[in-house]
């Protein structure tokens, strides 16, 4: 029977699992204290929750949510990082700060949409544009053909246009000469 410490442990794993776009396993060994607070108070400014985890309860955790692939994530002394925003701007945030101040952390898998990313996927991850930009691109390269086709379209009316008005101008041009001549003489 579990104790009444791991079961509230498994219920918070659960709620943080099923509201997070991203959890983010690490190593975490090599660390001390004061680097691994400051590493904590770093990653909440980002909005990620971060937190050494038991993998027994974790898998328990895991299936109450709905989120069985976590469970591929856990292998020995793990620390969970969860994001609920931008699931790789999450990733890319980790990576740089461990990056930039050579923290002996190491980033071993991630867990978005159902599905685990390891070494050579997580650097593909980490290569992607924002959200943001990635709808700007489709949406770019979705109205490209429209804009041609538009364009396209066009041509014959603007010829159309140039020959109907051609005369006209040419009329014009004569009266102008017209009255240049008279207004001259």
């Known amino acids: 029977m579990p104790s009444l410490k791991k079961a509230k442990e498994v219920e918070t794993l659960t709620d943080r699992l099923s509201r997070s776009t991203v959890a983010i396993a690490t190593g975490f060994g090599g660390v001390s204290g004061n680097t691994m607070t400051e590493f904590r108070k770093y990653l909440r400014s980002q909005g990620i929750e971060y937190r050494v985890v038991k993998n027994t309860l974790t ?6 949510a709905g989120r069985p692939e976590v ?5 020995g002394p793990t620390a ?3 994001g609920y ?3 790789v701007n999450h990733l890319k945030a980790i990576l740089n700060y461990v990056r930039t101040n050579r923290l002996p952390i190491v980033v071993r898998a991630a867990a978005l949409g159902g599905q685990v990313y ?3 996927e997580l650097a593909i991850l980490i290569t992607l544009p924002p959200r943001e930009v990635l709808a700007a ?5 979705l109205a490209s053909p ?10 014959p009316m603007q010829g159309l246009a140039n020959i109907l008005n051609s005369p006209l101008r040419g009329l014009a041009s004569v009266l102008q000469q017209r ?7």
């Not at 429209?146 to 041509?155: E, G």
């Not at 009255?179 to 003489?185: E, L, M």
């Open 146 to 155: 429209l804009v041609r086709l538009v364009t396209v379209l066009n041509q």
């Open 85 to 87: 925003g931008e699931p």
């Open 118 to 120: 390891r070494d050579q």
């Open 137 to 141: 691109q489709l949406v770019g390269q």
């Open 59 to 64: 898998e328990r955790a895991a299936q109450a």
């Open 71 to 75: 469970k591929g994530m856990l292998e």
């Open 179 to 185: 009255i240049a001549q008279q207004g001259g003489a």
């Open 80 to 82: 969970l990082a969860f």
